[in-house]
């Protein structure tokens, strides 16, 4: 695949889990070594969706920027940067906002979601975040998106409007393409029909890489299996121990056919800690990493600073293009 510039984002919820992990940040690792133009934002703008306090926010911000450079993003090899520092995105949400009808929004699932989350009011911000979403992609005219599967309609919704946009101003934006994970979605150790998340209110639910071994431990041994001692792959039928075999094969880089071959004979209580153990393992280094580039704020401030003064420079003769296209100058 010819990938030209590709630009993908996280929310800062402090440090990730281990969905966020396998899903994403490990794919961002290799992708930077891949292409040769790559953005990674910390979402701080997308944040607000979901009400958060200050102080939460700005420390957040600096556990996630430290937990994904401790995950092996290196700052020379991309541009790592927080969205708001770039005014130009929440600028250029506003001009597809305008070319975009509400309807559509309505229908995007994670608006239904999440509004319920809100007690069924839902802010302006919760249903127009998509339209945010698309102009930070079509700001550096981004050609490739790395996506899960829950942020294909949001992808969508970008190409379609930088498809109407091409058509009522003339051809001006590439139509991105999804880059698709190919780990299996993780998900939570107390409930494998839902994902892993950061809001699960079941705290053995959700592993966090900055987790202590003995942490990470006493989550997979609670880990929701079922009556059947025997390790085997069927995630429709025995999502609990599926959940397992995925994880291990991906912090391991085995099948699940090879996962499956060496655990012959393992009752579920056992290859709980065999998984248990490789997740340590994965993350024994990056946990030691986190710690250092906590201790430096400064540093993970100027990391971020540096990066968004890189994206100001490659979305503004951009932007000024957008500008003079859609009339203002």
Sequence with gaps: ?????IFSGIQPT??????NYLGAIQNWVN?????????????????????????????????????????????????????????????????LGCLTNVPRLLRLPQWKMKRASQNNEGTVGLLTYPVLQAADILLYKSTHVPVGEDQVLHLELAQDIAQHFNKKYGEFFP?????????????SLRDPTVKMSKSDPQKLATVNIADSPDEIVLKFRKAVTDFTSEVTFDPDGRPGVSNLVSIHA???????KEVLHQSAGLDTARYKMVVAESVIQRFAPIRNEIKKL???????????????????????PIYQEIRRMVGFQ
């Design 1 to 5: 695949m010819v990938m030209d510039r």
């Design 14 to 19: 402090g440090t990730p889990h281990l969905g």
């Design 31 to 95: 992708l930077q070594e891949e292409c040769s133009s790559v953005l990674y934002s910390i979402m701080d703008m997308h944040s607000l969706t979901m009400p958060k306090e200050p102080a939460v926010l700005r420390q957040n911000i600096l556990d996630t920027t430290a937990a994904i450079l401790a995950c092996g993003i290196d700052p020379k090899k991309c541009f790592l940067f927080r969205q708001s520092l770039v005014p130009e995105h929440a600028e250029l949400a506003w001009i």
């Design 175 to 187: 139509v991105p393409k999804a880059i698709l994970s190919t780990t299996k979605k993780i998900k």
């Design 250 to 256: 991906a912090v391991t880089g085995l099948s699940i």
């Design 294 to 316: 906590q201790e430096d704020k400064s540093h993970l401030m100027k990391v971020l600073e540096d990066g968004a003064e890189k994206a100001k420079e490659l979305a503004a």
